[in-house]
């Protein structure tokens, strides 16, 4: 919401669909503070096609969705899926176990992430990725 709030022309929020219903709430409390109407809603279910969504995204912002192991698999995939070469990913979480450290080593072999913003009062790290296409991987989305 905040990407619409800062004028943002296209913005897309995607959740769970268990999560949508609450999201389209906080979205109409929102347009009146002056968030835009061109902002979409739609369920994300990792791992599964993502065409319908319109990629390639310019950027992707993910707010602590570093947390279930059993996901990271179908996240990776997601966001591969979502990225093109001028895509930027920012992802801010906290680091709580070492498999949350194991997702962003996972990403390493599909992005170039760095650490951009680490807030110690709330413990809380931002990283921004670029995808990295192999030779012969199609760039051009």
């Not at 992707?60 to 969705?65: E, P, T, V």
């Not at 979480?93 to 680490?118: G, H």
């Amino acid at each position: 919401m905040v990407a619409g709030l800062l004028g943002g022309r296209d913005v897309l929020i995607t959740d769970r669909k268990s999560a949508l219903s609450h999201t389209r709430l906080n979205i109409e409390e929102n347009r009146k503070s002056g968030l835009q109407d061109s902002l979409q809603v739609k369920e994300l279910v990792w791992g599964q096609d993502v065409s319908d969504l319109s990629p390639p995204f310019d950027v992707i912002l993910g707010a602590d969705i570093i947390y279930i192991e059993d996901t990271f698999n179908d996240l990776l995939r997601t966001l591969r899926d979502l990225s093109g070469k001028e895509t930027i990913v920012l992802i801010s979480c906290k680091i709580r176990y070492e498999r949350d450290s194991n997702f962003l080593k996972m990403m390493k072999q599909d992005f170039d992430i760095n650490q951009v913003l680490y807030n110690k009062d709330l413990d809380i790290t931002v990283y921004m990725a670029k995808r990295i296409f192999q030779k012969g991987e199609r760039s051009d989305l």
